[in-house]
């Protein structure tokens, strides 16, 4: 069930009486706050992971810890948020807590975030003695890398939420606990004053907010915000028709060898929504999901199904109701690894997406890629350094239109990495970076195309390789044919490797090796016309598909 504190509705009884044009001017500001935080934090950071990918979210939270607007940066993240406060105040009492403090923590059992890498700051907002509001951020942060992925123990430093600031005195035995766990402790000091930066700026625009407006103004429209969401929510919902809904599909991932069958139960009764998956007990691998990243997923989901407009705060929440059994690989519990958890994630949102397709054929899209990865650890200048990345692919067909083509999907919304800074910054080069032929799953609209990226290694290092959909298809639907499934493969000392969907992993690189990571397609919708038949009888007469993989991948001839 959902943490209660969260999402409980407000009565406005007692607040003032509002009109409209305060609660447009002031739900617009409150987005462009956590806009400009998130533009600073990129700016003003260091690692290339958050200045050049993106790879952050911004926040605001009530007292009560209920979110008050999200920005529209990672999806995903909204998970990390969801229970940091709860928290916080787990720790700390709210009249311990003071003007100047700043929180940090990352840990998915303890501190309310979803992986280790996602290290999260949070800022009180007092106004004058009272303490109105929380200003947050999230970003991922490329370290602990080449650890063991049995456990969670073997992931890196789990923070727990503790005074990073106390009063505007930064705690330097705090901060040095934290980088001395640290592999790239350089980079990291200088992406949490970044993150810094960026919660003072949200403080000092909110107070400016409610200076000018009144706090409980501003506190009203924050409320009517949130149940105006579950209003939307709920009316988005009344359009789909009553009844229960299945859909399951299977999931496997580069680093655990057994295919997974997960499932999802779908009830719409009127204006609420009910989740049930099934899954799996939870494994020694950091594929696992803890409850609020399942939540976050969901949430992105039924909001991309029934309206992409809602405001997104913990009002649109109030609907929807999400189960799942402990101790599962999309429940887990400690000491459950969850490090890789964003690609059973992804493919919750299919699972959502599969469910709504016998309601309302014409809104989703067919399987997309589940994101491929790579992940390198070394020594340069005698410096460790560290770099990780999601390789997009392809994204579903729709109903009137082709998928797109070697993007991100779903919940990870993040920019590749500039071949020019990843040169830069690490001893490494790109030999090859292209959309993937004969990838695409045909049909009357056809899938996006997946991505191939081929590194060169130029000095010792130790990787992680591989992704999900590497070994099932991404679905296509209406009669539109499956997307091609990824593969990796690994020149080393000249000898090129058999084409494999499972990655060594980790595994010693040296200088010259060559490794190939090729992401999956996507699916296509609605029957494949003459037009893609043509197509693919052309790819295998220029050689670009063999007849076999046509007829294993595309059911061509039919």
Not at 477 to 482: A, E, L, P, S, Y
């Amino acid at each position: 069930m959902r943490p209660e504190a969260l999402f409980r509705s407000t009565s406005l009884a007692s607040l003032p009486l509002l009109n409209p044009i305060d609660v447009e001017v002031i739900g617009s500001a409150l987005t462009s706050i956590v806009e400009e935080m998130g533009e600073m934090l990129v700016r003003s950071s260091y690692s290339p992971n958050i200045k050049e990918r993106r790879d952050c979210s911004t926040v605001i939270f009530d007292a009560d810890g209920n979110a008050m607007c999200q920005a529209a940066h990672i999806p995903g993240h909204f998970g990390c948020f969801l229970e940091f406060i709860p928290a916080i105040y787990k720790f700390f009492p709210r009249n311990k807590i003071r003007p100047g403090d700043v929180f940090v923590g990352n840990d998915a059992y303890e501190g309310g975030v979803t992986h280790l890498n996602d290290i999260t700051f949070a800022s009180p907002v007092f106004i004058g003695e009272t303490l109105f509001a929380w200003v947050m951020n999230c970003g991922h942060h490329c370290d602990f890398a080449d650890r063991g992925g049995a456990h969670i123990f073997q992931e890196g430093l789990r923070i727990p939420p503790v005074r990073f600031y106390r009063e505007g005195a930064l705690q330097e035995d705090v901060q040095s606990l934290i980088l001395l766990n640290c592999q790239v402790p350089e980079e990291r000091a200088a992406d949490f004053r970044a993150q810094i930066a960026a919660n003072r700026l949200g403080e000092a625009r909110l107070r400016s907010l409610c200076e000018k407006y009144g706090v409980e103004i501003v506190r009203s429209v924050s409320n009517e915000l949130q149940d105006y969401a579950e209003r939307r929510v709920r009316a988005g919902i009344r359009n789909i028709p009553n009844g229960v809904y299945h859909f399951g599909d299977n999931f496997e991932r580069s680093n655990y060898p057994e295919f997974m069958d997960f499932s999802l139960t779908m009830t719409v009764h009127d204006d609420s929504l009910d989740f049930h998956f099934d899954s799996p007990p939870q494994v020694r691998a950091g594929i696992n999901v803890v409850y609020t990243a399942l939540l976050g997923a969901v949430y992105f989901a039924v909001r991309a199904m029934i309206d992409a407009g809602i405001p997104p705060n913990s009002g649109m929440d109030r609907a929807i109701n999400v189960t799942a059994a402990k101790g599962t690989v999309l429940n887990c519990e400690l000491p459950a690894a969850v490090s890789g958890r964003m690609a059973a994630s992804q493919r919750v949102v299919e699972l959502v997406f599969g469910a709504f397709a016998e309601a309302v054929p014409e809104r989703i899209i067919a399987g997309s890629n589940g994101a491929g990865f790579f992940s390198f650890s070394g020594v340069k200048h005698n410096k460790m350094w560290a770099y990780a990345e999601t390789v997009g692919g392809g994204s579903g067909a729709r109903a009137t239109k082709d998928g797109l083509d070697g993007v991100h999907v779903h919940l990870t919304n993040t920019s590749n990495l500039p071949i020019e800074a990843l040169e830069t910054e690490y001893p490494i080069s790109v030999l090859r970076y292209e959309l993937v032929d004969g990838s695409a799953g045909p049909g009357r609209h056809r899938g996006g195309m997946a991505l191939r990226r081929v590194y060169r290694v130029e000095d010792t290092c130790r990787a992680n390789v591989g992704g999900s959909r590497m070994r099932t298809q991404p679905w296509g639907f209406q009669g539109g044919r499956n997307g091609a499934a990824g593969s990796f493969s690994v020149k080393k000392d000249g000898q090129q490797s058999e084409v494999t969907h499972n990655a060594p992993n980790p595994a010693e690189y040296h200088k010259g090796d060559v490794l190939e990571l090729v992401t999956a397609g996507a699916g296509g919708y609605g029957p494949p016309n003459e037009r893609e038949a043509a197509a693919i009888a052309r790819d295998i007469r220029e050689g670009v598909i063999s007849a076999a993989d046509a007829k294993q991948i595309y059911n061509y001839p039919r």
